[in-house]
């Protein structure tokens, strides 16, 4: 939501699992969507949560969660 700092969301995920990182993106696509990306400690931690956040609510935001295609190498 528009509404939400990086502190905010920092807040929410963190009830979830230890994050990593969190990038907010300030370009927004066709529809107007901002883009978050989190990064999570563990691959099956990851996956996990995402299957669990996927189409849950932050306000009165939808959120649509998706895993990486490609792993980012560390």
Do not use: C
Not at 8 to 28: G, H, Q
Not at 50 to 67: E, P, R, S, Y
Request: hydrophobic share 40%; net charge positive.
């Amino acid at each position: 939501p528009e509404s939400y700092e990086s502190k905010k969301i920092w807040n929410f995920f963190k009830r979830y699992t230890n994050i990593m990182e969190l990038v907010i993106l300030v370009k927004r696509d066709k529809q107007g969507h901002k883009f978050w990306f989190v990064r999570f400690e563990g691959r099956y931690e990851a996956r996990m949560l995402a299957l669990k956040l996927d189409k849950t609510f932050i306000g009165n935001q939808k959120l649509m969660v998706n895993t990486p295609r490609f792993e980012k190498g560390v």
